[in-house]
T-cell receptor, first 116, second 117 residues
């Protein structure tokens, strides 16, 4: 039984470049969440999907951010024209919705982004 | 507005001491879930416990115990006989309960626990 996986684990990029992260949820988990965590802070919600539908987006998710979950399985988070303020740990979590299970969110190891 | 406050930024104890991590929350929802997660130095958030707002029974799991008091909006976490492996950042989190289904998690800023041998 594999957990949530994320790729890459670390990404260093120059300001202005585009980056894309991938998250593979626990199999059969129909909900997928993205969070961002900066140093010394708790994770902050960005967006979440139920199956392939993006149901909620935080105000933190500026126009430069886009997330997809095309087939209701893995998800990608893209940041265009990165800024130094985007440097953070990007965490993915998955769960089974309440009607089908306990709905507890299980987290992946995160992708640490550094923008130079 | 929903908010989780973990007033203790850092705690340092010596192995075998008991330690309590405080969590105070604010919400206008009548039903909600509370959580504790552990984040070791490796960075991955590890789920520890989920508590439904309807269930105010305290829970014990090995050396871990949780005290949920709705009257004071607190959900405190105690580690008994701490061990070096307990060293991590611990996060308390809240989410509304939408008829059995939860929304996104609202986290506190975390408490960094250091257990020294």
């Amino acid at each position: 039984d594999t957990g949530v996986s994320q790729d890459p684990r670390h990404k260093i990029t120059k300001r202005g470049q585009n980056v894309t992260f991938r998250c593979d949820p626990i199999s059969e988990h129909n909900r997928l969440y993205w969070y961002r965590q900066t140093l010394g802070q708790g994770p902050e919600f960005l967006t979440y999907f139920q199956n392939e539908a993006q149901l909620e987006k935080s105000r933190l998710l500026s126009d430069r951010f886009s997330a997809e979950r095309p087939k209701g399985s893995f998800s990608t988070l893209e940041i265009q024209r990165t800024e130094q303020g985007d440097s953070a740990m990007y965490l993915c979590a998955s769960s089974v919705d309440g009607a089908r299970g306990t709905d507890t969110q299980y987290f992946g190891p995160g992708t640490r982004l550094t923008v130079l | 507005a929903q908010k989780v406050t973990q007033a203790q930024t850092e705690i340092s104890v010596v192995e075998k001491e008991d330690v309590t991590l405080d969590c105070v929350y604010e919400t206008r929802d009548t039903t909600y879930y509370l959580f504790w997660y552990k984040q070791p130095p490796s960075g991955e958030l590890v789920f520890l416990i989920r508590r439904n707002s309807f269930d105010e029974q305290n829970e014990i799991s090995g050396r871990y115990s949780w005290n949920f008091q709705k009257s004071t909006s607190s959900f405190n976490f105690t580690i008994t006989a701490s061990q070096v492996v307990d060293s991590a950042v611990y996060f308390c989190a809240l989410t509304p309960n939408y008829g059995g289904s939860q929304g996104n998690l609202i986290f506190g800023k975390g408490t960094k626990l250091s257990v020294k041998p």
